[in-house]
């Protein structure tokens, strides 16, 4: 009989998440927690974001239907100024009430009322661009810094394993690896952030641009129809 086989069989290291992250160097449990919270902070804006998208487009696509119905602007303004508004409502209702603040008052200016109404949709839509891209450059923030964040970790890590090697003068890959499996851990956290944040950023960053254009795109129909009804004003009181 081989006296090698009669030797104890070392025990397998333990290569599990748990184990992964407990026996890391504090400074890489740092990193590795932080990095978590940046992935559920990413996922909660992704959640969020996409119910809002999703929002603000069921909310146009109604509107536009209502708009182009032919119901009186009157009726659709008194409507959507008793509550709150957002999206392609407060583009419509930021334009009606300039619109009603000319000729409900003095009656003067309705010369220059065509760009007041052009200047008060542009302020509107820039809001509401704001509105609906918030919190995306989070995104695009945890996107481009994780990966260098848990590298940063790992770095750390294999700088304490190859300490710890150095005082043990023992460089057996069963020794090695575990210390190196712990941090590259941390680059694998990093990935794990900043893949969907990356992916959602672009897509989200995709909707927002399309709901500001349809939102343009309305807002420069409206005014067309405005601007003619000023003309026809002016005409018959000329």
């Given at each position: 009989?081989?006296?090698?086989?009669?030797?104890?069989?070392?025990?397998?290291?333990?290569?599990?998440?748990?184990?992964?992250?407990?026996?890391?160097?504090?400074?890489?449990?740092?990193?590795?927690?932080?990095?978590?919270?940046?992935?559920?902070?990413?996922?909660?804006?992704?959640?969020?974001?996409?119910?809002?998208?999703?929002?603000?487009?069921?909310?146009?696509?109604?509107?536009?239907?209502?708009?182009?119905?032919?119901?009186?602007?009157?009726?659709?303004y008194r409507g959507l100024s008793q509550?709150?508004?957002?999206?392609?409502?407060?583009?419509?209702?930021?334009?009606?009430?300039?619109?009603?603040?000319?000729?409900?008052?003095?009656?003067?200016?309705?010369?220059?009322?065509?760009?007041?109404?052009?200047?008060?949709?542009?302020?509107?839509?820039?809001?509401?661009?704001?509105?609906?891209?918030?919190?995306?450059?989070?995104?695009?923030?945890?996107?481009?810094?994780?990966?260098?964040?848990?590298?940063?970790?790992?770095?750390?890590?294999?700088?304490?394993?190859?300490?710890?090697?150095?005082?043990?003068?023992?460089?057996?890959?069963?020794?090695?690896?575990?210390?190196?499996?712990?941090?590259?851990?941390?680059?694998?956290?990093?990935?794990?952030?900043?893949?969907?944040?990356?992916?959602?950023?672009?897509?989200?960053?995709?909707?927002?641009?399309?709901?500001?254009?349809?939102?343009?795109?309305?807002?420069?129909?409206?005014?067309?129809?405005?601007?003619?009804?000023?003309?026809?004003?002016?005409?018959?009181?000329?």
């Open positions: 009989m081989n006296p090698a086989d009669l030797a104890p069989v070392a025990a397998a290291p333990d290569m599990s998440v748990w184990h992964l992250f407990w026996q890391a160097h504090i400074v890489v449990k740092l990193v590795m927690i932080g990095l978590l919270a940046a992935s559920i902070w990413s996922w909660a804006i992704i959640v969020d974001k996409t119910l809002l998208f999703a929002r603000t487009k069921r909310a146009m696509d109604r509107f536009e239907e209502t708009f182009w119905s032919g119901q009186s602007l009157e009726d659709l509550r709150a508004v957002s999206g392609m409502d407060a583009v419509f209702v930021s334009a009606m009430r300039e619109w009603k603040r000319s000729f409900e008052g003095s009656g003067r200016g309705v010369a220059s009322l065509s760009q007041r109404i052009d200047k008060v949709l542009d302020v509107t839509i820039q809001r509401e661009a704001e509105r609906l891209e918030s919190k995306l450059l989070v995104l695009a923030t945890i996107g481009s810094s994780a990966p260098f964040i848990g590298l940063f970790g790992t770095v750390w890590g294999i700088m304490n394993s190859f300490t710890a090697i150095a005082a043990s003068k023992n460089t057996s890959l069963a020794v090695v690896a575990p210390g190196i499996a712990e941090a590259l851990f941390a680059t694998a956290i990093g990935l794990f952030a900043a893949i969907p944040a990356v992916i959602a950023y672009n897509k989200l960053q995709a909707q927002a641009a399309k709901a500001v254009g349809r939102l343009e795109g309305f807002a420069d129909e409206f005014s067309a129809i405005l601007s003619r009804q000023i003309d026809e004003r002016l005409a018959h009181a000329a």
